[in-house]
C-alpha cells in the first residue's frame, strides 16, 4: 500500500515525537470498528445511485444530448454521473473526517488514548485520513461498475476516474480533519453540512457553469468541488488537458494544508 | 509475569528522577518546581486535594505534557526527546477511561497493542492472558459501553499492562468505583507489583495509599509537602492515637480552654470542629478520661489509631479547594 512508502519517506523529515510511522494501526482499528456497523458503510454507496437514477432517468427525456467537455455530445445520465461520483467521495470523506473524528476526538478521547501509546498526532491524522480515503475509494468504485454497466463511461480515460476521485477524497478528509480539530460541539458540524449542500448544488453537478454570469462563475470556480467535478467529467470523455494538473493541485494543496494544520493541532489540544 | 526477587527498594535503580518539575499554563502554576525520585518495584503515590499538581505531574512522566521547566529523567530518558520511546514502556491508566466505544472488549486490548507496534501472533495470547486477569473473558465480545463502572477499570488497567510496561501509571485508579470493585483492583494492583511493576499512582482516598503506596508524596498547591512511607509520615506529623469526642453541632464550643491540661507529650494537640474535638496524644483512653475529668460532656467518644488521614488533613487544611 502506498501508505507506506510515504511512511519511509515522511520518518526521515519528521521527528519521532510526532509520527512513529505507523498510520496504518489506524486503519486496522477502522475495519474492526465498522465490522460492528457495516450498514453506515453500505448506506454511503447507494445514495449517488439514488440522485443518478432520480435525475438522470427521469430528467434524460426532458434535457436530451448535452455538450460535454471537449465539445462531446452526452445523453444527460452520462454528463451527471462524473458530478454525483465527486460529490459523493466528497461527502464521504467530510462525513468520516468531520462528525466520524469529532466524535473519536471528543466523546471517545480515542486520539488522548493513542497518543499515550508510542504513536504521534501525525500517525492519527495520516490514518484518520487514509481510511476516510479507502472508504471514499470503496464508494467510488463501487459507482464506476454501475456508470460502465450502464453504458455511461464515455472513453478508456474513464478508469482514471477511479484514481483521480481518491484524489478528490484526500483533499477533503484532510480539510475535513483540520476544520474538525477546531469544532467546539455538534452544532458547529451542522455549519459544515450546510456548508455542502449548496456547493453540491451550485458546483455545476446538474448543468454546466455556462448558464452564470462571469463573476458568479469565478465565484464557483474557486469552490473544491467544482475542480473535481470538472475533472471527472474531463476524464469520463478523455479530454485530456493540461488544465486537469491544475484541478489536480488544488486537491493536493488541501491534502497537504490540512494534513499539516490536522497534526498542529491536535498537538496543541492533546499534548500541552 | 513470574514474581522475581524483591531488591530492597534503596539498592534499585532510579526509574523516574525529577528535579525543580514545573509546570504552567499561562499564569497558572500546576506544578512549582518539585524533586522526587521512584526507584524500581516501587509503589509510589502522589496525595493531594484537587488542583494540588498531581494529575499534570502524572501528564509530564506519561510523555503527553512537556514540562515548562525543570529536569525530569525517565528510565534514564528525556522526555522532550525520547517520548514515544519512553511511552513504548510505560502502562497509562488515565484519571477518565479512555476506553475505544466503537470496539469490543476483546479489541480494545488488541488494538491498543497494535498502537505498540507489537506482532499479531503472540498479541492474540496476551489479549487472552489479560481478559483472564480483568475478569472479563465471558465479555469479550461485548461492547465496551454497557460495562459497569469497574469492569471498565478493569478493561483499562488490563489495557495499560498490554505492552508488558515497566512503570504503570495510575491516575486515581479507584475514583467513583463501589468498595467491592475498589478491592478487586487493590488485589489485581497489588498482583502487578508482586510481579515487579513499578506503579505511580495518584489518589484522594487514604486507605488506598496505605493499602498500596511503599512510599509518597503529599502535594499541596502544586508543592510537595511531605514525603516518606505512610507509617513514618504518620509518626513523624501526626500522633499515636487519636480521641474523638462528638457533641452537638455546636456543642464543643469553650472545649480549649477545658483541655488545656490533658495534653502532655510531645507533638500532642487538639482541634475543634463544630460538632467533634479531635484529640491527638499517645494514649486515647487516658485522654477520654481527662477530658471527662475535666468537665467535658461529650454525646459519644471514639479512640482509634492516626491514619494517613490525618496526615492529610494536617498537611492540606480542612478547607476546600475546587
Known sequence: MSVDVAAGGLLRVVPSAVYAGRSRVLVERATHAYRHTWLALVSGFFEPLFYLVALGAGLRGLVGTVTGPGGTPLSYPAFLAPALLASSAMNGAVFDSTVNVFFRLKYNKLYEAILATSLGPLDVALGEITWALLRGGLYSAGFLVVMAGLGLTASPWAVAI?????????????????????????????????????????????????????????????????????????????????GLLGHLAYFAVMAVGGLALTTVRLERLLLR | MVAPEQEPAAAAPVLIAARGLTKRFGDLVAVAGIDFEVRRGEAFGFLGPNGAGKSSTMRMIGCVAPATSGELRILGLDPQRYGPRIRARLGVVPQQDTLDLELTVRENLYIYGRYFGLPREGLRAKVDELLRFAQLSDRANAKVEPLSGGMKRRLTIARSLVNDPEILLLDEPTTGLDPQARHVLWDRLYRLKQSGVTLVLTTH??????????????????????????????AEHSTREVAELRFEPGGSAGAVERLAGVLSGAGERVEVL????????????????????????????LVRRSTLEDVFLRLTGRSLVD
Open chain 2, 274 to 301: 463544630p460538632d467533634r474535638v479531635l484529640l491527638y496524644v499517645e494514649d486515647g483512653e487516658g485522654a477520654v478520661v481527662s477530658a471527662l475529668d475535666a468537665g467535658l460532656r461529650p454525646l459519644s467518644t
Open chain 1, 162 to 242: 477511479l484514481p483521480a476521485a481518491l484524489v478528490i477524497a484526500l483533499g477533503f478528509a484532510a480539510v475535513g480533519m483540520a476544520v474538525t480539530t477546531f469544532v467546539r460541539g455538534f452544532q458547529d458540524l451542522d455549519i459544515v453540512q450546510f456548508a455542502l449542500l449548496p456547493m453540491f448544488l451550485f458546483s455545476g453537478s446538474f448543468y454546466g457553469l455556462d448558464v452564470y454570469p462571469r463573476w458568479l462563475q469565478f465565484v464557483v470556480e474557486c469552490l473544491p468541488l467544482q475542480h473535481g467535478i470538472a475533472l471527472l467529467r474531463a476524464l469520463n470523455v478523455g479530454a485530456i488537458s493540461p
Open chain 2, 205 to 234: 482516598y487514604m486507605d488506598e495509599a496505605e493499602q498500596l503506596c511503599d512510599r509518597l508524596v503529599v502535594m499541596d498547591g502544586g508543592r510537595i509537602v511531605a514525603e516518606g512511607a505512610p507509617a513514618a509520615l504518620i
